[in-house]
């Protein structure tokens, strides 16, 4: 498939420009439209025109999902992006940072888990009432009994 000639720089996107510039297939970028991430306007011939910071949008979107973020999350923040301009470095910045504290904690327990993982793996116990790696303290027993999903602390 032959990539499609880039718009000139005052033009818009079309999706196939798209989904080249950001190696994101158009049915991906379809979806990121439905589910309200990513605005297009619409030609006299009803095709998806996209305004060129779509691609920093993409990326945006992108890279979250890359860091195990859900979509309902980078939609919420993608809504504090200003709306009639593009946005700037400091937006992005600003947007950015709603992640710093969560992503410093998930770092934090991949790193634990790095460090007790052999540990885990050698000690053979195969047991949630005295794994310290799965169930410190046996915390999951408060919650009665039954099957208890593994979250972090």
């Keep these: 498939m032959q990539t499609p000639p880039l718009a000139p720089k005052t033009a818009r996107l079309t999706i196939g420009e798209l989904a080249a510039r950001s190696g994101v297939p158009v049915s991906a970028l379809r979806f990121y439209e439905r589910r309200g991430l990513l605005a297009s306007e619409r030609t006299a011939g009803n095709q998806r025109r996209y305004a060129r910071d779509a691609l920093r949008r993409v990326t945006f979107i992108r890279m979250s999902q890359q860091l195990g973020i859900p979509l309902s999350e980078i939609q919420e923040v993608l809504g504090l992006l200003p709306e009639g301009r593009t946005p700037t470095e400091e937006d992005w910045a600003r947007i950015s940072?709603?992640?710093h504290d969560d992503l410093s904690a998930r770092i934090r327990r991949l790193e634990d888990l790095r460090d007790r993982l052999a540990e885990c793996i050698g000690?053979?116990?195969?047991?949630?009432?005295?794994?310290?790696?799965?169930?410190?303290?046996?915390?999951l027993s408060q919650e009665g009994p039954g099957a208890r999903r593994l979250a972090g602390p």
């Design 123 to 139: 000690c053979g116990c195969m047991s949630l009432g005295s794994c310290a790696l799965a169930n410190p303290g046996d915390a």
């Design 97 to 99: 940072h709603c992640w």
